[in-house]
C-alpha cells in the first residue's frame, strides 16, 4: 500500500489517513473545531511555516472538509469553514483529545474543558450502538467481511 495512493484503497481507514493523516493536518482541524478561521490565526496559533498552512488548508478543501469564504475584497481574503463532512469529524478528533486526556503524560492537564451545552457539564465521548442504545468497545464488535468486499477477501474468513 503506498501513501500517495490510499484514497483509493477498499479499507475505511486508509481511506481517512488519506485526508487527515499527518500532524499539521489534524492540528489545523482541531483549531478549526476551537472556532479559528483565518489564515493567520492558523499561523499565530501552530507556529509552522505559511507554505505547510497553505498546503493543508488547500489539502482540505479540495478534500471538501473545509470551504474558503471571502471576508475581505481589498486584497481578497478567506476564511475557512467545517463543511458537513468536516463536522463529520468531529468524534475522531473529540476521541482523540479523550485519548491524549487519559494517556498522556500525567499532570499534563487540558488547555481546554469539553462541555455539553445541552446540560453544562463536562462529558467523556462514547461510543453507543445504534440499534440497542448499548456502549460499545473494541471486544464489544466483530468485522465480517461485506456485500461489497472483494470475493477474494470473502473466502478468507
Do not use: N
Amino acid at each position: 500500500m503506498k501513501w500517495d495512493s490510499l484514497d483509493r484503497e477498499p479499507c475505511p481507514v486508509a481511506r481517512t489517513v488519506a485526508v487527515i493523516g499527518d500532524r499539521w493536518t489534524l492540528l489545523v482541524l482541531r483549531d478549526c473545531f476551537l472556532g479559528v478561521r483565518r489564515f493567520e490565526a492558523f499561523q499565530e496559533r501552530l507556529g509552522i511555516s505559511r507554505t505547510i498552512i497553505a498546503d493543508r488548508l488547500h489539502a482540505l478543501v479540495e478534500a471538501g472538509v473545509l470551504r474558503r469564504e471571502p471576508y475581505q475584497e481589498r486584497p481578497m481574503r478567506y476564511e475557512y469553514r467545517l463543511t458537513q463532512k468536516g463536522l463529520d469529524l468531529y468524534p475522531v478528533l473529540v476521541s482523540m483529545v479523550q485519548w491524549g486526556k487519559t494517556h498522556g503524560p500525567p499532570g499534563a492537564g487540558l488547555p481546554f474543558e469539553l462541555r455539553h451545552k445541552g446540560c453544562g457539564q463536562p462529558f467523556v465521548p462514547a461510543l453507543t450502538c445504534e440499534c440497542c442504545g448499548d456502549m460499545v468497545g473494541a471486544r464489544d464488535v466483530e468485522a465480517l467481511p461485506s456485500a461489497a468486499a472483494p470475493v477474494a477477501g470473502r473466502a478468507r474468513r
